[in-house]
Each structure stands twice: as C-alpha cells, then as structure tokens.
C-alpha cells in the first residue's frame, strides 16, 4: 500500500512512465536504459575528406579507442 500512495503522489509524467516500467516488467520485457548512447560520426573519414591522405596511417586506431569502439 505504501508503493501505491507514493506512486499517487507523483507528477503525472512520472506516474505515466513508472506505469510503462511497471508493465514492461509484468510482461517479462526488458526495461529500457536510461541513457542512449550517443551516435558518433566517423571523424577518420572527415579528416580524409577533409586533408585526403596526409592523415597518419595508425589515426584510426585512437580514433576508434576515443569513440570506445575497440
């Protein structure tokens, strides 16, 4: 009863999507993560268009390392 009280004491935004966690979770559903991970462009094929060749050949390696990517 304790859960249902707070739950009532919500902002409706937040009831609405306790609500969908709830019956996601009911339904055997995964509840989706908070953050999504962000789309990063390929920053090695911009320097390319941008200088052509002139990039050093081991760039992608620290490139694809900063992005998380390895």
């Not at 055997?28 to 962000?38: H, T």
Request: hydrophobic residues 30%; charged residues 30%.
């Amino acid at each position: 009863m304790e859960l249902i009280k707070q739950v009532a004491e919500l902002p409706q935004r937040e009831r609405t999507l306790f609500e969908q966690l709830f019956h996601g979770m009911e339904n055997g559903n995964r509840a989706p993560r908070p953050g999504s991970q962000a789309n990063w462009p390929d920053f090695g094929e911009r320097l390319r268009g941008i200088y052509g060749d002139k990039i050093a050949p081991d760039s992608q390696g620290i490139i694809d390392d900063g992005r998380g990517d390895c």
